[in-house]
């Protein structure tokens, strides 16, 4: 049974107003990959952002461009421009998926070239498999996970996520754990780890063009205690400009809200 304070944590989430309206929470079991929760609209594909990281992760160790947590150590360049100091420094595997440095991901990509990379997002099934980047810029390689041409949606990143887990993806079982031990994690109460990636974008008008005032955020992974381990996705559609990067918002909610989620579970 249920108790009354998880109740009221899932009363608050499918009844209060718009701002909630707009946030999917999908929480599946790992090993049988039936679906917990369900709150909001879970269907709907947008761009992955950074938590296509956890693909490239695949990837990059499935093809031996990376080969640990630390390697390789790639020195910041003046011509990736990074808008974020944090981002201008050596970055390693582990810094890349912890501060979701997006020039790593891009180096990694043109490491595996455009005909490889394609090939592997096919062969994951990942989202809508399209990389063709922004109409018109021959820049799938680089920027089609960057609120472009890639798309998924919650219910896909679960299935997704439960693939990795259970090594059920078409790539080396040693690449799989890899990827999956490089994920941030968070201490949640209850006894729970959290380990997941966030994810922030733009929303698109109905021209095709970024909307700068309104952001999507994701936080998507898997909390474990013991043996149980529960995979889940949150996405956050509408998020306005001026409170934050929306896939922190994401994150730091869930991560509050996942015990009460799970209770009885």
């Not at 011509?79 to 582990?94: I, L, S, V």
């Not at 021959?138 to 679960?158: F, K, M, Y």
Request: glycine letters at 10%; hydrophobic letters at 40%; aromatic letters at 10%.
């Amino acid at each position: 049974m249920r108790t009354m304070r998880a109740a009221l944590v899932l009363g608050l989430l499918v009844l209060s107003g718009p701002a909630l309206a707009r946030t999917c929470t999908l929480i599946a079991d790992a090993e049988t990959g039936r679906l917990l929760q369900r709150i909001g609209e879970c269907g709907m594909r947008v761009s992955p952002a950074s938590t296509f990281k956890i693909a490239l992760a695949v990837m990059g160790y499935d093809s031996g461009y990376l080969k640990g947590p630390h390697d390789p150590a790639l020195p910041y360049r003046q011509e990736y421009a990074a808008p974020m100091e944090g981002w201008r420094k050596t970055t390693d595997p582990t810094a890349w998926m912890r501060d979701s440095v997006v020039w790593y991901s891009q180096e990694l990509t043109r490491a595996l070239g455009q005909e490889r990379f394609a090939n592997y997002v096919e062969r994951l099934a990942y989202g809508n498999r399209n990389v063709t980047g922004d109409p018109g810029r021959d820049n799938g390689l680089t920027h089609a996970w960057l609120s472009s041409s890639l798309r998924i949606s919650p219910l896909e990143q679960v299935v997704f996520l439960r693939k990795l887990l259970r090594h059920e993806l078409p790539v080396s079982p040693q690449a799989m754990d890899a990827a999956a031990a490089l994920l941030p994690t968070f201490a949640a109460d209850d006894g729970w780890t959290v380990h997941g990636k966030t994810g922030t974008g733009l929303r698109m008008t109905v021209s095709g063009k970024r909307d700068r005032n309104r952001q999507f955020g994701w936080f998507v992974g898997w909390a474990s205690r013991g043996e149980d381990r529960f995979i889940f996705a949150r996405l956050v559609t509408d998020h306005p400009r001026g409170k934050g990067p929306a896939g922190f918002h994401a994150r730091d909610t869930l991560v509050d809200e996942l015990p009460e989620l799970l209770d009885g579970y």
